[in-house]
């Protein structure tokens, strides 16, 4: 496990991305990385194998457009 994301790493990745954030956001959005980093890595441990599908290619499309 990593020992987590600062602030500046996060300022600093933000920034790279095209996306720069005001100072004190720094602490919160890297606080949210990680908590997606958690979830995303419990995930990947689960174990799908007998999991059908969510989506066949034979089944009716939907458009939600109004």
């Not at 890297?30 to 599908?53: M, N």
Request: proline share 5%.
């Amino acid at each position: 496990m990593s020992a987590g994301l600062t602030p500046s790493e996060a300022a600093r990745w933000a920034a790279r991305s095209g996306l720069p954030l005001a100072a004190d956001r720094h602490a919160e959005v890297a606080a949210t990385a990680e908590h997606i980093h958690s979830v995303v890595a419990i995930l990947r441990e689960l174990d799908f194998g007998d999991t059908a599908p969510a989506h066949r290619a034979d089944e009716e499309q939907h458009d939600a457009a109004v």
